[in-house]
């Protein structure tokens, strides 16, 4: 099947954020109680508007032009003493359930890899599955001595230089990204914006 990703468009809005919600199972994750979970479909909705790179914002479409799989970057930081050196971040990354496991993922991922370091971006850090990330080159973020923003190391914290020794710089520092991510923080607003999701 024949992949073809291109830059996210206003008109894509919608679609992308059904995808997202279907993807981390959306309404059901709701319904088996996991309240505390942290609406990626929002996320998204919101790091267009804020921290978002819109130039990885990423759509994967079929030959037909229906749109399948999204992935988006924000700008996060690594903090070493007075120093803060920008770094990548990105996430979510969505699939729907129906297309997984055909490349779709692979393909939005090193397409955002390789647009990236076009864009003379210089290391990606992110939190995710450790179990699928290392086929793209991701390794854990303590091989680069960073640490969360607690000063916790654990195999879902990974990194990627995109520059090499990009990061040797803020070797001991510590990683932090956008507010977006923190779902204590956006509970209530979350959950208002996911009520105009009508399957919900
Ligand atoms: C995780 C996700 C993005 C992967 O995308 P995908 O298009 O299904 O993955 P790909 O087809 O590119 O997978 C390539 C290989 O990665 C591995 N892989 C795929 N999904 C995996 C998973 N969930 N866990 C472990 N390995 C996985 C497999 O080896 C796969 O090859 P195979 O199918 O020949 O065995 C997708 O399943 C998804 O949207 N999941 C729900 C949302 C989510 O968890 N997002 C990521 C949060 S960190």
Redesign the pocket.
């Known amino acids: 099947m024949e992949i073809n990703v291109r830059l996210e468009e206003e008109k894509d809005y919608l679609r992308v954020e059904e995808i997202t919600r279907a ?3 959306y309404p059901d994750r709701i319904k088996r109680g996991q309240i505390g979970c942290p609406y ?1 479909h929002w996320m998204v909705h919101e790091l267009r508007h804020r921290d978002g790179i819109m130039a990885l914002s990423l759509v994967a479409e079929l030959e037909d032009g229906t749109i399948v ?1 999204h992935i988006i970057c924000s700008n996060a930081v690594v903090k070493k003493e007075n120093q803060s050196l920008p770094v990548l971040n990105f ?7 129906e ?11 090193h397409t955002m890899i390789g647009r990236a370091k076009q864009l003379d971006y210089g290391a990606i850090l ?4 450790p ?3 290392p ?1 793209f080159g991701f390794k854990e973020a303590k091989v680069y001595e960073i640490a969360d923003a607690e000063g916790y190391n654990y195999p879902a914290f990974m990194a990627m230089e995109l520059k090499e020794g990009y990061l040797k710089e803020v070797c001991g520092g510590r990683y932090f990204e956008s507010n977006i991510y923190d779902d204590e923080r956006n509970r209530e607003t979350v959950r208002a914006f996911d009520r105009k999701f009508t399957n919900g």
């Open positions: 993807a981390f199972g990626e799989g996430g979510p990354l969505s699939v729907l359930p297309y997984q496991r055909i490349g779709v993922g692979g393909a939005l991922i992110f939190f995710g599955r179990e699928y990330y086929q």
